[in-house]
């Protein structure tokens, strides 16, 4: 059964990518330094796929540690590469943090790999695209001026990937452009778990919704969109994690070289349809109010997915109000069954 190292695996997208490998045949290894996830969520996992996978605690900036590893795992196939610093705002008051933990760790896996036949997935961002000049977004639009130190850390990582497969040191490479990941399992075990006040919109919903927070501000009505507020391309996590399932398919299947895909949807949706999704779902009526603006947001930005669709031989299946459910009935699970 082919071995795929999955860095960053006990993270929201890790986790959700490990039980999508695990349905497809996969053997999925976790590797997570804990500093912005949860150790319970192994154990979560295990109550889904029915056994607890391999797991490895070490910080992929540290090489020796990563070499190690690699004595004892030695025939790993794949690797997703999810291990990353995410918050914008943080990476822009400690933006060395960012460079060294996001740069560092994949200096470190390509040169632990290097020259070997392993296919690499990595988690990029729709972030490189900043405002977009046209919309849907493709992925051949330009790369635009990183509008944070996070989302400049994924430009340069696609570069440096570029520069690999260039070199011949890294042979089979996907970079996949997230959107606006949201949702949760079915099952209600996983889930987005964010650490301390939820930077994105839809875990403060669902914590405002159970009473962990007060009132939701909308980061501005006045942007030139159908009912003012910013509109994003909101995927479910569980289709995310499907994507990642067909791009190691690709990759296994005599795939050479670097490319790059768009997982969205394909459809922007407004912050206020998000609030009014949620609403309708789950019958809660949210406490919200209209705030300024959100210094760095982008007005709209949503994917072009028909090059994902054609060549990954994907698409996403669930809609808003799917991902709406499934995150409340994760808040849900947490509130009654603490981690
Ligand atoms: C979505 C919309 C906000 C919170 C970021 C990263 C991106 C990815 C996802 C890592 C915006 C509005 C939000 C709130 C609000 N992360 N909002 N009130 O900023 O699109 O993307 O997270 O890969 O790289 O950039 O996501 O959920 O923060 O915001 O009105 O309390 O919701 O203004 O329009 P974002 P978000």
């Given at each position: 059964?082919?071995?795929?190292?999955?860095?960053?695996?006990?993270?929201?997208?890790?986790?959700?990518?490990?039980?999508?490998?695990?349905?497809?045949?996969?053997?999925?290894?976790?590797?997570?330094?804990l500093?912005?996830?949860?150790?319970?969520?192994?154990?979560?996992?295990?109550?889904?796929?029915?056994?607890?996978?391999?797991?490895?605690?070490?910080?992929?900036?540290?090489?020796?540690?990563?070499?190690?590893?690699?004595?004892?795992?030695?025939?790993?196939?794949?690797?997703?590469?999810?291990?990353?610093?995410?918050?914008?705002?943080?990476?822009?008051?400690?933006?060395?943090?960012?460079?060294?933990?996001n740069?560092?760790?994949?200096?470190?896996?390509?040169?632990?790999?290097?020259?070997?036949?392993?296919?690499?997935?990595?988690?990029?961002?729709?972030?490189?695209?900043?405002?977009?000049?046209?919309?849907?977004?493709?992925?051949?639009?330009p790369?635009?001026?990183?509008?944070?130190?996070?989302g400049?850390?994924?430009q340069?990582?696609?570069?440096i990937?570029?520069?690999?497969?260039?070199?011949?040191?890294a042979?089979?490479?996907?970079?996949?452009?997230?959107?606006?990941?949201?949702?949760?399992?079915?099952?209600?075990?996983?889930?987005?778990?964010p650490?301390?006040?939820?930077?994105?919109?839809?875990?403060?919903?669902?914590?405002?919704?159970?009473?962990?927070?007060?009132?939701?501000?909308?980061?501005?009505?006045?942007?030139?969109?159908?009912?003012?507020?910013?509109?994003?391309?909101?995927?479910?996590?569980?289709?995310?994690?499907?994507?990642?399932?067909?791009?190691?398919?690709?990759?296994?299947?005599?795939?050479?070289?670097y490319?790059?895909?768009?997982?969205?949807?394909?459809?922007?949706?407004?912050?206020?349809?998000?609030?009014?999704?949620?609403?309708?779902v789950?019958?809660?009526?949210?406490?919200?109010?209209?705030?300024?603006?959100?210094?760095?947001?982008?007005?709209?930005?949503?994917?072009?997915v028909?090059?994902s669709?054609?060549?990954?031989?994907?698409?996403?299946?669930?809609?808003?109000?799917?991902?709406?459910?499934?995150?409340?009935?994760?808040?849900?699970y947490?509130?009654?069954?603490?981690?």
């Amino acid at each position: 059964m082919a071995k795929v190292l999955v860095t960053g695996g006990l993270g929201f997208i890790g986790s959700h990518t490990v039980v999508e490998l695990v349905n497809a045949g996969y053997d999925p290894i976790i590797i997570d330094d804990l500093s912005n996830s949860n150790i319970a969520i192994l154990n979560q996992i295990a109550k889904i796929i029915g056994f607890k996978p391999a797991f490895y605690q070490f910080d992929l900036c540290d090489a020796t540690a990563l070499n190690q590893f690699i004595l004892k795992e030695d025939n790993i196939n794949g690797i997703i590469h999810f291990a990353a610093s995410k918050a914008v705002g943080e990476s822009v008051d400690n933006p060395l943090k960012y460079y060294r933990n996001n740069l560092y760790s994949l200096v470190n896996i390509l040169e632990a790999y290097k020259g070997k036949d392993v296919s690499l997935v990595f988690s990029s961002s729709c972030t490189v695209y900043g405002q977009p000049d046209e919309l849907p977004v493709t992925e051949n639009a330009p790369v635009k001026p990183a509008q944070s130190p996070y989302g400049n850390t994924k430009q340069i990582s696609e570069e440096i990937l570029k520069d690999a497969v260039a070199a011949g040191s890294a042979k089979k490479v996907i970079s996949l452009r997230y959107f606006n990941p949201v949702g949760a399992h079915p099952s209600a075990l996983i889930g987005e778990l964010p650490i301390g006040t939820p930077q994105n919109l839809v875990p403060f919903i669902t914590q405002s919704a159970i009473g962990k927070r007060g009132k939701i501000t909308v980061f501005g009505d006045d942007y030139n969109t159908k009912d003012g507020s910013c509109v994003r391309d909101y995927i479910h996590v569980v289709d995310l994690a499907k994507a990642h399932i067909a791009a190691l398919n690709l990759l296994g299947n005599g795939f050479t070289g670097y490319d790059v895909f768009n997982l969205g949807t394909g459809q922007g949706s407004t912050v206020l349809e998000i609030v009014n999704a949620f609403e309708k779902v789950t019958g809660i009526k949210l406490n919200y109010e209209i705030g300024p603006r959100r210094a760095g947001d982008v007005e709209q930005v949503w994917g072009d997915v028909s090059k994902s669709t054609k060549k990954l031989n994907w698409k996403t299946e669930l809609n808003i109000e799917t991902m709406m459910l499934s995150a409340w009935e994760w808040e849900k699970y947490l509130a009654a069954n603490p981690l």
